[in-house]
């Protein structure tokens, strides 16, 4: 052996060694080639192949055909958009610069298929370029995962026309390219999570981690290690290292949601992230350094939190730098009709069912609710009127029985004599329910027919 081959393989123990592996990696080039997912084509300098793995025969829809593609001009057999307008190979031969990622489209059986590149060069053993390779990937699904993750969380998907949500709408265009922090306020089931995906997946920030947090559903000491994360041995079942949410969002976006619910110490920690962008692990002692973009939200009023001593003062400054308050669903009822027909969209697609409309009576049940759940009690209750729909139209006897009983106390609270308002509108809910069969009815309120008859007349209940 040549002292050459020793200085570069040390002991000549370990130069043979190492001369069998390289000998048998020659020998086995081409089952390794085979047995990975990627796509490895290998092209001379006459742009003929001179190898195509199985996988790349697969994803360019030429599989068994390796007989037929050897000696194969390049692109007759690729044919992809990097083909068309310049070779990746005769590019990188010429700029000895190689392509990373790079993203080309071709069609297969009439399917748009988007392929990833990277390219190589081929040499021999003086360092002579004898041709290229390409290393490639089909995307496609990620990319229409992306596509449909990015649409889901457009702004074109918040759906309202009452001015309230327009105003909400005009201020998420705005700050969503900025880095600045963003306040979500609104009450339970307004849509704030929706909200913060949106300002992430329209930001510059859009290819990186969205990382959400709640605060409300974890103690004290397991939302710091939630946050910031922990070292082995800082407390009783720390048994190995832990990332926290700000590590794992690093170049994305934080949400941290029921910020109102953190106690003063974690406010502490909170406050010196977001000033200088650092902060050290439960139980360590090492700074970690991140980048990440924070939105907040939260169901309490902040402003009289912090009058009450309960919050931070700078820190509910620091987080409100750009406030978006989210209106109830009561304050836009306007919205109601367009949120009813995205829901029954929605469940259409999800249960496989084909209802095509709500009557005017079980629409005017859910415009006179007040939705304390506001627009996810509005799912829930679409949701549970499908499952009970046999047909293609809405009914009010579709739609949860508590909506029922609401509507009557509304209205019978706001007369002039509540009681007697309220029991007739019972009688008249238990008539319309028994098609006006008046014996079924008197069933119905535990009364007789006779009974039945005296009270109508009283109460002036006619049918109509």
């Not at 190979?89 to 748009?112: Q, V």
Request: proline share 3%; charged share 30%.
């Amino acid at each position: 052996m040549g002292t050459e081959q020793i200085e570069r393989h040390g002991h000549p123990a370990v130069a043979a060694e190492s001369e069998a592996v390289h000998k048998y990696l020659d020998i086995n080039s081409d089952t390794i080639l085979n047995s990975i997912a990627d796509g490895v084509v290998v092209i001379g300098l006459d742009h003929r192949m001179i190898f195509i793995n199985r996988a790349a025969r697969e994803i360019l829809g030429k599989a068994g055909a390796e007989d037929l593609l050897s000696g194969a001009k390049c692109g007759e057999v690729m044919g992809h958009s990097g083909c068309t307008f310049g070779c990746l190979i005769n590019s990188t031969i010429k700029t000895g610069e190689h392509f990373y990622n790079y993203e080309a489209t071709f069609e297969r059986n009439d399917k748009k298929i988007i392929l990833s590149i990277n390219t190589a060069l081929l040499k021999d053993k003086n360092g002579r370029v004898i041709g290229g390779i390409e290393i490639f990937r089909d995307v496609s699904l990620i990319k229409e995962l992306k596509d449909e993750l990015k649409g889901k969380y457009s702004f074109s998907n918040i759906i309202g026309k009452n001015h309230r949500i327009h105003e909400v709408f005009e201020l998420l265009h705005e700050v969503a390219p900025t880095k600045a922090t963003v306040l979500i306020e609104g009450e339970t089931g307004t849509g704030k999570e929706l909200i913060a995906n949106a300002i992430h997946h329209n930001s510059p920030r859009s290819n990186g981690p969205f990382v959400k947090v709640n605060c409300a559903a974890l103690s004290e000491g397991l939302l710091e290690s939630e946050l910031f994360g922990h070292v082995k041995g800082s407390f009783t079942g720390a048994i190995a290292d832990k990332p926290g949410r700000f590590e794992l969002a690093d170049n994305g976006t934080l949400f941290i949601d029921e910020v109102g619910d953190i106690t003063q110490h974690t406010q502490v920690k909170l406050l010196r992230v977001l000033q200088e962008g650092e902060f050290e692990k439960v139980g360590g002692t090492r700074t970690i350094k991140v980048n990440v973009r924070v939105i907040t939200a939260t169901n309490r009023d902040l402003k009289t939190m912090v009058e009450r001593g309960e919050f931070r003062e700078d820190l509910y400054y620091r987080l409100k730098v750009v406030p978006v308050r989210l209106p109830a669903l009561r304050e836009r009822k306007d919205d109601i009709p367009l949120l009813v027909k995205y829901f029954i969209d929605k469940f259409n697609r999800e249960m496989g069912m084909e209802i095509t409309n709500i009557s005017p009576a079980a629409m005017e049940l859910l415009m006179e609710y007040d939705y304390p759940g506001n627009i996810r009690e509005l799912e829930h209750i679409i949701e549970h009127a499908f499952v009970r729909c046999q047909g293609k139209t809405l009914n009010p006897d579709h739609l949860p029985r508590d909506l029922h009983n609401r509507e009557i106390t509304g209205k019978a609270i706001t007369g002039p004599e509540p009681l007697k308002a309220l029991e007739k509108e019972i009688i008249l809910q238990a008539l319309n329910e028994a098609g006006w069969k008046y014996a079924e009815a008197a069933r119905k309120l535990k009364m007789s027919r006779t009974t039945l008859w005296r009270r109508m007349k009283e109460l002036r209940i006619n049918k109509v």
